[in-house]
C-alpha cells in the first residue's frame, strides 16, 4: 500500500494512526467522524495536500505545523481550541473551523493564499487579524459573536460573506455593502445558494433547521 | 460473457459465485447483502477497481488482487485490514462507513 494517494476511513474505528506512517505519497486523508487519539504518525506524510478531521474527537493539532504543503484543511466539531499551529501553514487554501471553540483568529494573518474560510459558531470577537488575507474570497461568520467587521472592507477578493445570527449592526452590514458592491451578503440561510462548498456552510446542519 | 470487462451490481441479494468465470473483469461494483463465498472474487486477477458496498467481516480473499488501483470497502464491520498490505498497487483507498454505529 506505500503508493497510496487517498485514502477515506471516515466513520471507521480506527483510533490508532500508526500504519499510516509509511504512506509517504499520501495527498488526501479523510478521517471524518473517527475517535483518532492523535495526529503525530502523519508529521512525515510530506505530500498530504487535504486533510478532513470533522467531527473526529482531535483535541491537539501541533503536529499540523510541520504539513506544511496542506491546502485544504477541515477541523469543524473538533475540540480544537488551539490553531497556533496552523500559521505555518502558508498553503492553505481552504480552512474550515465551525463549531469549534476558537477565540481568535491571530495565527491565520498570514496565510495569505486562503481563499475559503468557515468561522461559524466560534467564538471569534475580533475579525481585524483577516485583513491582509488577499486571496479571500469566500468567508463564514454565521453565528459568531464578534461585533464588529472591521477590517474586512480591506479584502480585495471577498464576494460572499455569511452573516446569519451574528451581532454586528445592521448599519455596519449596509456600510460594508456600499464599500463593496461586488460582496454578496447572506443573512437568512434560505438564500444560501445551492452550489455552496460544503466546507463554507455545513449543509447538513442547514437542512436539519431548514426543511425542505 | 467471460470476456467482460466491466460489471455492476446493486441492490443484490443473490448467489454470485458464477463471477468466477469472468477473469477478464477489470472494475467491479457490487452493492448489497452479499450472501456468497467473497473467495470467488479471488479468480479476478485481471481486477484493477473494485468497489463493495456490504456487511463483509473478513477480505483475506483481496490479498491475491495485485493488480487492484482502486478499492472501496464501504459499510463494512472490518476489524483487521492486512490483507490489503501487499497491494503495491493501490493509489485510493475507500473503508468509509456511512451507517456509523
Same mark, same amino acid.
Given at each position: 500500500?506505500?503508493? /497510496?494517494?487517498?485514502?477515506?476511513?471516515?466513520?471507521?474505528? !480506527?483510533? $490508532?494512526?500508526?500504519?499510516?506512517?509509511?504512506?509517504?505519497?499520501?495527498?488526501?486523508?479523510?478521517? @471524518?467522524?473517527?475517535?483518532?487519539?492523535?495526529?503525530?504518525?502523519?508529521?512525515?506524510?510530506?505530500?498530504?495536500?487535504?486533510?478532513?478531521?470533522?467531527?473526529?474527537?482531535?483535541?491537539?493539532? $501541533?503536529?499540523?505545523?510541520?504539513?506544511?504543503?496542506?491546502?485544504?484543511?477541515?477541523?469543524?466539531?473538533?475540540?480544537?481550541?488551539?490553531?497556533?499551529?496552523?500559521?505555518?501553514?502558508?498553503?492553505?487554501?481552504?480552512?474550515?473551523?465551525?463549531?469549534?471553540?476558537?477565540? @481568535?483568529?491571530?495565527? /491565520?494573518?498570514?496565510?495569505?493564499?486562503?481563499?475559503?474560510?468557515?468561522?461559524?459558531?466560534?467564538? !471569534?470577537?475580533?475579525?481585524?487579524?483577516?485583513?491582509?488575507?488577499?486571496?479571500?474570497?469566500?468567508?463564514?461568520?454565521?453565528?459568531?459573536?464578534?461585533?464588529?467587521?472591521?477590517?474586512?472592507? @480591506? /479584502?480585495?477578493?471577498?464576494?460572499?460573506?455569511?452573516?446569519?445570527?451574528?451581532?454586528?449592526?445592521?448599519?455596519?452590514?449596509?456600510?460594508?455593502? !456600499? $464599500?463593496?458592491?461586488?460582496?454578496?451578503? !447572506?443573512?437568512?440561510?434560505?438564500?444560501?445558494?445551492?452550489?455552496?462548498?460544503?466546507?463554507?456552510?455545513?449543509?447538513?446542519?442547514?437542512?436539519?433547521?431548514?426543511?425542505? | 460473457?467471460? +470476456?467482460?470487462?466491466?460489471?455492476?451490481?446493486?441492490?443484490?441479494?443473490?448467489?454470485?459465485?458464477?463471477?468466477? &468465470?469472468?477473469?477478464?473483469?477489470?472494475?467491479?461494483?457490487?452493492? &448489497?447483502?452479499?450472501?456468497?463465498?467473497?473467495?470467488?472474487?479471488?479468480?479476478?486477477?485481471?481486477?484493477?477497481?473494485?468497489?463493495?458496498?456490504?456487511?463483509?467481516?473478513?477480505?483475506?480473499?483481496?490479498?491475491?488482487?495485485? +493488480?487492484?488501483?482502486?478499492?472501496?470497502?464501504?459499510?463494512?464491520?472490518?476489524?483487521?485490514?492486512?490483507?490489503?498490505?501487499?497491494?503495491? +498497487?493501490?493509489?485510493?483507498?475507500?473503508?468509509?462507513?456511512?451507517?456509523?454505529?
Amino acid at each position: 500500500m506505500t503508493h /497510496l494517494q487517498k485514502l477515506n476511513l471516515s466513520g471507521t474505528k !480506527i483510533k $490508532n494512526l500508526n500504519s499510516l506512517t509509511n504512506l509517504s505519497e499520501l495527498q488526501e486523508l479523510n478521517l @471524518e467522524h473517527t475517535k483518532i487519539n492523535g495526529l503525530l504518525p502523519l508529521i512525515n506524510l510530506k505530500k498530504l495536500t487535504k486533510l478532513n478531521l470533522k467531527r473526529s474527537v482531535i483535541a491537539e493539532v $501541533n503536529t499540523l505545523s510541520k504539513l506544511s504543503p496542506l491546502k485544504i484543511l477541515n477541523l469543524s466539531f473538533t475540540l480544537v481550541s488551539n490553531i497556533s499551529a496552523l500559521k505555518n501553514l502558508t498553503h492553505l487554501q481552504e480552512l474550515s473551523l465551525e463549531g469549534t471553540q476558537i477565540e @481568535e483568529v491571530e495565527a /491565520l494573518k498570514n496565510l495569505t493564499h486562503l481563499n475559503l474560510l468557515n468561522l461559524q459558531k466560534t467564538l !471569534i470577537f475580533d475579525v481585524r487579524p483577516l485583513k491582509n488575507l488577499q486571496s479571500l474570497t469566500f468567508l463564514n461568520l454565521a453565528e459568531v459573536p464578534a461585533s464588529s467587521l472591521d477590517g474586512l472592507e @480591506e /479584502l480585495p477578493q471577498l464576494k460572499l460573506l455569511f452573516c446569519e445570527g451574528s451581532t454586528p449592526k445592521k448599519e455596519e452590514l449596509r456600510q460594508l455593502m !456600499i $464599500n463593496k458592491p461586488n460582496l454578496e451578503i !447572506i443573512t437568512d440561510p434560505r438564500e444560501i445558494p445551492k452550489d455552496i462548498n460544503p466546507l463554507l456552510y455545513d449543509a447538513k446542519n442547514y437542512f436539519v433547521r431548514f426543511p425542505q | 460473457m467471460s +470476456q467482460l470487462r466491466e460489471l455492476k451490481l446493486s441492490n443484490i441479494s443473490m448467489d454470485i459465485t458464477s463471477l468466477a &468465470g469472468l477473469v477478464h473483469l477489470k472494475k467491479l461494483t457490487l452493492v &448489497g447483502d452479499l450472501i456468497f463465498h467473497a473467495e470467488v472474487l479471488k479468480n479476478l486477477g485481471q481486477l484493477q477497481e473494485l468497489n463493495v458496498v456490504s456487511n463483509l467481516s473478513d477480505i483475506d480473499f483481496l490479498a491475491t488482487l495485485d +493488480q487492484l488501483r482502486i478499492l472501496t470497502l464501504s459499510d463494512t464491520s472490518l476489524s483487521n485490514i492486512d490483507a490489503l498490505a501487499k497491494l503495491s +498497487q493501490l493509489k485510493i483507498l475507500n473503508l468509509s462507513n456511512k451507517r456509523r454505529s
